[in-house]
């Protein structure tokens, strides 16, 4: 009987991890090159049950022990490129992610609304300078256009600047920090990176709003059942108490 309230309530603390992601890439559905979470789960192995009787042990069944979250990986696939016409927002069309220079160390992304800083670095919204091939990107305001090429390269007024440092990693290789920022575990290997960059326009959030509203009422109405279990399995356990204990 105790058991059974354990197998409900691993799935309710499994469901409360399920929420709080889903609940999550919505609250991320129109932040520029978020990449939603998902969540892998898995039953705990099931266990042998035996009966002793006049010193023979014969088996009952087996019992499983439940279910856990085993991984919550990040989901790369691409977001949709939107059209917005300002000249220092830039999409990656393809695998690759910009780099950044931030106070706790290179960083990578796939947000590329970028702006000027007061000294004409090109930088994030919080701050962070975006890397070039010869690092931090320096323009002036005052030299004319900026252009930036397909494989990264900027120009303005006509004249070569740098190019864009785009790297790439296994989704494995990364851990969310905010921000839309991504930290590369110190062991990891760049992979090649295939991205055209796209002026002038922006990556969207990979999120189905839709599917994830779909997933948030299934969790509830499934957290809802496992409640019940466990009510149904206490007004049990109360029972066989009482019974057992009027007849002592």
Do not use: C
Request: glycine share 10%.
């Amino acid at each position: 009987m105790l058991r059974g309230l354990y197998i409900a309530a691993s799935g309710m603390v499994a469901d409360e991890v399920r929420h709080a992601v889903v609940s999550n890439n919505l609250a991320n559905a129109n932040t520029v090159g978020y990449k939603k979470d998902v969540v892998i789960g898995q039953t705990f192995a099931e266990v042998l049950m035996n009966v002793q009787h006049k010193e023979q042990t014969k088996p009952v069944g087996r019992l499983p022990l439940g279910a856990g979250v085993v991984d919550i990986p990040i989901k790369m696939t691409p977001g949709m490129i939107e059209n917005t016409g300002s000249v220092f927002d830039l999409a990656l069309n393809g695998d690759g992610f910009f780099v950044l220079e931030t106070p706790q160390g290179t960083r990578i992304t796939r947000q590329g609304n970028f702006m000027l800083d007061g000294e004409g670095y090109l930088q994030n919204l919080t701050g962070d300078r975006v890397l070039g091939e010869a690092g931090p990107i320096r323009l002036d305001p005052n030299l004319g256009d900026v252009e930036v090429k397909s494989d990264g390269s900027i120009f303005q007024g006509g004249q070569f600047v740098d190019r864009l440092s785009i790297i790439n990693f296994e989704s494995t290789a990364l851990v969310k920090e905010g921000n839309s920022r991504f930290v590369v575990r110190e062991d990891a290997q760049p992979i090649d990176a295939d991205a055209e960059v796209v002026q002038g326009a922006l990556e969207r959030s990979n999120v189905n709003v839709i599917e994830e509203m779909v997933n948030m009422i299934t969790l509830m109405r499934t957290y809802e059942t496992e409640q019940k279990l466990i009510q149904a399995q206490n007004e049990s356990l109360e029972r066989l108490i009482n019974d057992m204990g009027a007849n002592i």
